[in-house]
């Protein structure tokens, strides 16, 4: 299995920028893709950025030019640098890795990104 530690939200102002990284540990050998979706309250849960283990990016449109997402398959870690922050990213940030033959899906425990206008 794999385990997520997620960290580096917080509250910024409107214009502002975060980085949130996530470090895996547990079966890290068979880590393939990585991610980060994001749940606001009252909507689902949507992809924000995905990660190939080869370094090949999806950003989602609503974050295209503001977010970039990159990884260090040393540390076995994703990154998510959000700059020019908006009051409608304020959401749960959620790290995931996918792992194994199937292969399996992890989860962080996510963490709160607060934007005030």
Known sequence: QVQLVESGGGLVQAGGSLR???AASGSIFSISAMGWYRQAPGK????VAHITR???TNVADSVKGRFT????NAKNTVY??????KPEDTAVYYCNVDYGVVPLR????GTQVTVSS
Do not use: H, P
């Open 69 to 72: 997402i990159s990884r260090d």
């Open 44 to 47: 689902q849960r949507e992809l």
């Open 54 to 56: 080869g370094g090949s």
């Open 80 to 85: 998510l640098q959000m700059n020019s922050l």
């Open 106 to 109: 992890a989860w962080g425990q």
């Open 20 to 22: 949130l990284s996530c």
